[in-house]
């Protein structure tokens, strides 16, 4: 089912922790709710699941408005940051849980999560407690338990969290998988922006208690409309520039063509350090600078140069403090911020 989300505002007190907040997700898409600690995006998990209510506006699941309807009225499961899984009772019963509390005989349960062990890939594993399990098996169990019910829209509350970098990457790859095969519509809550482009469809960037962009995650990331959001999706090169003409800007470092119209007279344009690179074509050549920092990453080198720039390079041959390089920028990845 597609969720649409009208307006909706929520207040702790004078905190302000929604704004208004206009939301769309289609049905079957995988769509990802970004942005630091406090912006309002678990809250705004909370109130689709129905575990907190709006103070204004309106929820509809499908076409029907479920604002005012409590959780265990909504065709919505949620997979918690802890998990929240049974300890005293083995795999197969925390998974079974929900469907025998629904009065659905036990064999038929227990059937049903046999066959969420194996959508999860945990064959074998029914009858071992939780803490005889891993962090990312646990996370499965979690995902089994939620799907045993057959949701029509699963929430997800940085699932991930508590993962290490390596066992992180595989789950997010897992679940966009399931996601996939299930056809089912997913909206999950984190902070961290590779996550965010590793599993999504879309994804909306928030702040304060509002959506700073919203879009498709190339989009969005390759082509942000604010300093905000550039910065939260670690766009690390700010620079002040003027308009010249429509296409044309003047920076520090010289005047510079882009490839969109300019909306304004003066402002902030930003390039990401991984589309420039280094060259020793003098007509190609957009600035100089000189090396401050080197940091070999393995596929690629990491540049600071003493203007305050960032440039990333695969050139394998290192770089001496004080080196001077020429940098070329394409035109396409000068990116116009609104603010």
């Excluded at 699963?154 to 970098?165: K, V, Y």
């Amino acid at each position: 089912m597609d969720l649409k989300v009208f307006a909706v505002c929520k207040n702790y007190g004078e905190v302000e922790a929604l704004k208004y907040v206009d939301l769309k997700v289609e049905k079957g898409e995988f769509f990802t709710l970004l942005g630091p600690s406090g912006c309002g995006k678990t809250t705004l998990l909370r109130v689709i699941a129905g575990l907190e209510m709006a103070d204004a506006g309106m929820v509809m699941l499908g076409g029907e408005a479920i604002t005012w309807k409590p959780a265990n009225e909504r065709p919505v499961n949620t997979v918690f940051q802890s998990y929240a899984l049974f300890p005293h009772l083995t795999v197969l019963e925390n998974i079974s849980f929900g469907l025998i509390s629904r009065r659905i005989p036990k064999a038929e349960a227990i059937a049903k999560a046999k066959e969420m062990l194996d959508l999860v890939q945990l064959e074998g594993f029914g009858d071992r407690k939780p803490d005889q399990m891993s962090g990312g098996q646990r996370q499965r169990v979690a995902l089994a338990r939620a799907l045993a019910n057959e949701p029509e829209l699963l929430l997800l509350d940085e699932p991930m969290s508590a993962l290490d970098a390596k066992l992180r990457v595989q789950v997010q790859i897992e679940l966009r998988q399931i996601q996939q095969r299930l056809e089912k519509t997913f909206i999950m809550v984190t902070h961290d922006q590779q996550e965010a482009l590793t599993v999504s469809d879309r994804m909306a960037v928030m702040n304060v208690g509002e959506i700073a962009q919203m879009g498709d995650v190339r989009s969005v990331y390759d082509r942000p409309k604010s300093k905000f959001v550039a910065d939260f999706l670690q766009t690390q090169n700010f620079i002040d520039a003027e308009r010249v003409s429509d296409n044309r800007v003047k920076t520090e470092y010289g005047e510079w063509t882009v490839a969109d119209d300019i909306p304004w007279t003066s402002g902030v344009i930003t390039v990401r350090p991984e589309n420039m690179s280094v060259t020793t074509d003098t007509a190609a050549c957009t600035f100089k600078g000189r090396v401050a920092t080197s940091l070999y990453r393995g596929c690629y080198q990491e540049l600071f140069l003493d203007n305050g720039l960032q440039v990333e390079t695969e050139s394998v041959q290192p770089f001496a403090k004080g080196e001077e390089v020429m940098v070329h920028i394409p035109e396409e990845s000068v990116v116009m911020l609104n603010d």
